[in-house]
């Protein structure tokens, strides 16, 4: 019997019974559908294991996955290695490390039949044959984009995000999908979900690898990928990867095409997510996977991204231990240069930025629709507190916030903020 049924034939008179009575039907509906993903990922794990096993043909596996994403793709240009090999190696690292960390949701099963297309082409791409795992919400044809979230359970996509399709162009095989938190919102905490469970961190599994790439950055941390996708609002790949020791990068926003890529906020115009095309082994193997992305295919099928190819000249050179590129602080500089020439004061205001600009922008209405996502879902453990902060009326958030400011000021303006509304005034004070 559904709730609908169900509260037709209740009597009102019963009083508050019809309401508990609807509330567990709710969450034992939920739990189902939890419980039926579960089990078909046990399945697909089944398959995936015998696909590697009919790929296995005596691979030196150790070998393979030492190589670098460069020295990988000369080799299988060359045909001194086997794309089944390759992609039969980090299926099956790929399986032990899901075992270790739990970073795995989705084993992409037409990996086999992209293979064998790759293979019968005459041109090779820049990615021939190279596996690439794919963040849970990007759609790959066929499979489910959960998010983490219920909602989203047994919506299979019919089509692949553009992300995928001009990564299959140029001959990449998308073989896994990985975790991610619970409406990709808590990147600061955690990467769980009810669904999927927790994801460790390879490198202490007595830690977890932060969110909400945290399976993409666990997998490419212990060597079950040599390259990621992702999306990236605020630090969901830069922090993961930062507590895996894995490289990631975020081109500026809207340079890649989003196009397919599920979320569970909408909107959010005064704050661009941009697509971190994340997760390499060394800063080469990102310069090479953006050369492939940034090309001109993309434009063409999503015409909101500007033509602006690869440059071979500025990409990266390599690991800084510096926060800022020089490009970037000469951009600075020379911008402030010019703003006190022409008689402005120009000062650092990153609090402001930070509270006023980003957090506001991004939860402008006061967190309510992020926290209607949650109905018809249970929140995750490790998102509750958060969640029950959020769901406060925004009256009692600024009373909270009044109360708290001179013993923690930082969870007062935090209080404050999550009120919603935008703060365009300018600071009155600045540091230089």
């Known amino acids: 019997m559904t709730q609908e049924q169900l509260w037709h034939v209740l009597d009102p008179s019963w009083g508050d019974l019809p309401v508990m009575l609807l509330k567990w039907l ?3 509906q939920v739990q189902q559908k939890m419980d039926e993903r579960r089990r ?4 697909a794990l089944e398959r995936m294991e015998k696909a590697a096993c009919r790929l296995k043909q005596g691979t030196q596996t150790s070998q393979i996955l030492s190589l670098t994403v460069v020295e990988l793709e000369e080799k299988l240009k060359e045909v001194s290695l086997s794309p089944e090999s390759v992609l039969y190696s980090y299926m099956d690292k790929a399986l032990e490390m899901n075992q270790e960390v739990n970073c795995m949701t989705e084993f992409i099963h037409g990996c086999e039949d992209q293979l064998q297309k790759q293979k019968k082409q005459k041109e090779k791409g820049l990615l021939c044959g190279i596996p690439i795992s794919i963040k849970d919400h990007i759609n790959c ?4 984009s959960s998010g983490g979230m219920v909602k989203f359970l047994g919506q299979v996509k019919e089509e692949d995000s553009i992300i995928v399709q001009v990564l299959k162009h140029h001959g990449g095989i998308p073989f896994v999908k990985t975790n991610i938190s619970q409406t990709m919102m808590n990147a600061i905490y955690n990467c769980s979900s009810l669904i999927f469970g927790q994801t460790l961190n390879p490198l202490n599994p007595q830690k977890n690898p932060r969110g909400s790439s945290g399976g993409e950055a666990a ?6 990928s040599i390259l990621g996708t992702g999306l990236d609002v605020a630090g969901s790949i830069l922090l993961p990867c930062s507590f895996c020791g894995v ?3 975020k081109p500026t926003g809207s340079r890649i095409s989003t196009q397919g890529v599920i979320g569970a906020l909408t909107g959010m115009p005064s704050v661009l997510a941009g697509t971190s095309w994340g997760h390499g082994k060394g800063c080469a193997s990102l310069a090479l996977c953006t050369k492939a992305l940034l090309c001109q295919e993309m434009p063409q099928v999503h015409p909101t991204v500007p033509p602006i190819p690869f440059h071979q000249q500025v990409r990266l050179r390599g690991i800084s231990k510096e926060m800022f590129s020089s490009s970037m602080k000469w951009a600075v500089q020379h911008m402030r240069k010019l703003l ?3 008689g402005h004061t120009v000062g650092f205001h990153i609090d402001y930025v930070v509270d006023e600009l980003f957090t506001r922008g991004i939860f402008s209405d006061g967190v309510t629709h992020l926290v209607d996502c949650f109905k018809g879902d249970i929140v995750d453990p490790n998102l509750k507190s958060q969640y029950n902060t959020d769901r406060l009326p925004a009256l009692v958030k600024r009373m909270l916030a009044i109360i708290l400011k001179p013993i923690y000021p930082r ?4 209080l404050s ?3 919603g509304g935008l703060c365009l005034a300018v600071p009155t004070h600045s540091c230089r």
């Open 26 to 28: 709710g969450r034992r």
């Open 40 to 43: 078909s990922w046990h399945l």
């Open 141 to 144: 044809k066929g499979h489910i």
């Open 219 to 224: 997998l490419m941390a212990g060597g079950g």
């Open 247 to 249: 490289c990631s990068l």
């Open 340 to 342: 006190q020439g022409a």
């Open 411 to 414: 969870i007062a303006q935090d």
């Open 417 to 419: 903020t999550l009120c």
